[in-house]
Each structure stands twice: as C-alpha cells, then as structure tokens.
C-alpha cells in the first residue's frame, strides 16, 4: 500500500522583503526548509498550517493565498511515503518572538531535534539554500515571481 505524506508550509515574508527560514536537525541530519510540517488526520490544511506556526514559532498568522502545490512525484526522504506539500503566504498576526539567526545551522543547545529561523533576503535567495526538492522549486517560483 502507498502512503501519501501531506505536508503544509509557510511562505512569511516581512516588511525588509525577507523570507523566514527553518534550520532544523533531526533523523540524524541537518536540513533548511520553509516553517511548516505533516498535517494531521481530521485537520484542514489551513489550520495545519496555523498550528505549525504556533508549535514551531509560538506565532499566529494569518493565511494571505495559496501559492503552489506539488506537482511533481517527490518520495520521502525518511520512509516510503509520496510528498505532497502545500505552500501559503502567510501574514504573522503579532511580532514574531524568535531568536532569529545568522548562520545557518546556528542552533541554540543540543539535542536531537534541534530548530533555527533566519531571514532570508528575496533578492538573495536560492534554490540550493534548501535542502528538499519541493522548497528547492518554491524558492526558485519565489525568485521568479519577484
């Protein structure tokens, strides 16, 4: 049987025309992503997405509009499952409370599951900043777009 992972991100650009960025470790390896994760069973993909930014940010936002939706077959990196991942911009509803960072990979204490966000100028963003195919693509719509 095949597996479907449906995945839901946040593109949050701020008012300097920046992206926020994710740096994570976990699964014994280092990733950059877009701020979001797995929806879960029962739950609809904009409230998914809602309770991501609560869990990873502590931050509620505000969906503005779908941007894309993966159209292309993308497996898992960590089972056998096929990723579809949805991508919104997103409005942060009050400031954002987050040490923000630097440098990639600049995480706070140790552990095995560990988090950064960064900002990302638009004009400096690429796609090989991001680690996973689907981000990878939406980076490069995002650089297209501006």
């Not at 699964?27 to 930014?53: A, I, N, V």
């Amino acid at each position: 049987m095949y597996q479907f992972n449906v995945r839901v991100y946040g593109l949050l650009i701020n008012e300097h025309q920046e992206v926020l960025v994710s740096d994570e470790q976990e699964y014994g390896m280092q990733f950059t992503k877009f701020p979001g994760g797995g929806l879960e069973y029962g739950e609809g993909l904009t409230d998914g997405l809602k309770r991501e930014f609560v869990e990873e940010c502590n931050a509620e936002v505000e969906v503005i509009s779908h941007f894309y939706t993966t159209d292309f077959f993308v497996k898992s990196a960590f089972n056998d499952s096929q990723i579809i991942s949805v991508y919104y911009l997103v409005r942060n509803i009050n400031a954002l409370d987050l040490n923000f960072k630097i440098k990639v990979f600049d995480f706070d204490g140790e552990g095995d599951v560990l988090q950064a966000f960064r900002w990302v100028k638009l004009s400096e963003l690429r796609e090989d900043d991001f680690t996973f195919p689907i981000d990878k693509h939406v980076a490069g719509l995002l650089i297209k777009n501006l």
